[in-house]
């Protein structure tokens, strides 16, 4: 494919790609992939934390997408419909290991958010230790209280498209997350009293 057939793909809308894509068009599809696979394989890490089954379950959901694709209904965004399928294959792999995978270290993401959690300005290493703490403490949770966590505070999905992505309502998210959140809290409160 040329440069310039490259730079016109990535201002194709996505849903022009989804349906060049129910008709079989690979470019197409190669184009939805690249859009997303960033923000799929994040999202499966927050779950496996472990790069080589994080690479494994965004291959197959990649791969159950495109296999399902035609069956696509649009009902929500293609954005929303892959990233159902993410979360689902996370959550049957961790069901089914038993356990989570060791701990893979801390994500500048929970590092931001623990700093916000720091009311004055601290050294680094200080939100370092409380980013760890924080990734130790969201591992912890529920399944059901972490899917939420990880797509509305991680992700920055609307409650909306977080109840569309894990198939419960929007109301069963907000409470999942105020729990998730209140139990952060009790696990944290030690560090953010210093």
Same mark, same amino acid.
């Given at each position: 494919?040329?440069?310039?057939?490259?730079?016109?793909?990535?201002?194709? #809308?996505?849903?022009?790609?989804? /349906?060049?894509?129910?008709?079989?068009?690979?470019?197409?599809?190669?184009?939805?992939?690249? $859009?997303?696979?960033?923000? @799929?394989?994040?999202?499966?890490?927050?779950?496996?934390?472990?790069?080589?089954?994080?690479?494994?379950?965004?291959?197959?959901?990649?791969?159950? *997408?495109?296999?399902?694709? +035609?069956?696509? $209904? +649009?009902?929500?965004?293609?954005?929303?419909?892959?990233?159902? @399928? *993410?979360?689902?294959?996370?959550?049957?792999?961790?069901? #089914?290991?038993?356990?989570? +995978?060791?701990?893979?270290?801390?994500? /500048? +993401?929970?590092?931001? @958010? *623990?700093?916000?959690?720091?009311?004055?300005?601290?050294?680094?290493?200080?939100?370092?230790?409380?980013?760890?703490?924080?990734?130790?403490?969201?591992?912890?949770?529920?399944?059901?209280?972490?899917?939420?966590?990880?797509?509305?505070?991680?992700?920055?999905?609307?409650?909306?498209?977080?109840?569309q992505v894990l198939r419960c309502p929007?109301?069963?998210?907000?409470? $999942?997350?105020?729990?998730?959140? #209140? @139990?952060?809290? *009790? #696990?944290?409160?030690?560090?953010?009293?210093?």
């Amino acid at each position: 494919m040329s440069n310039r057939m490259k730079l016109l793909m990535t201002d194709v #809308k996505e849903e022009v790609l989804v /349906e060049q894509a129910q008709q079989g068009d690979l470019e197409a599809y190669a184009e939805l992939v690249k $859009r997303y696979r960033e923000r @799929i394989y994040r999202t499966i890490y927050r779950y496996t934390r472990n790069h080589n089954d994080t690479d494994d379950l965004a291959q197959e959901t990649f791969l159950q *997408a495109f296999r399902a694709i +035609k069956s696509f $209904r +649009k009902k929500s965004g293609f954005y929303t419909w892959i990233f159902r @399928i *993410a979360v689902n294959r996370s959550l049957n792999f961790v069901k #089914k290991a038993g356990r989570e +995978k060791e701990k893979a270290g801390c994500e /500048e +993401k929970m590092e931001n @958010i *623990a700093a916000t959690f720091l009311h004055s300005p601290e050294p680094v290493s200080m939100a370092k230790e409380l980013g760890e703490r924080l990734n130790e403490a969201v591992d912890s949770l529920p399944l059901a209280y972490k899917s939420s966590f990880i797509l509305v505070v991680l992700q920055g999905m609307t409650h909306s498209q977080a109840a569309q992505v894990l198939r419960c309502p929007e109301n069963t998210v907000s409470w $999942r997350l105020h729990k998730a959140r #209140k @139990i952060l809290q *009790a #696990k944290l409160s030690p560090y953010l009293e210093r």
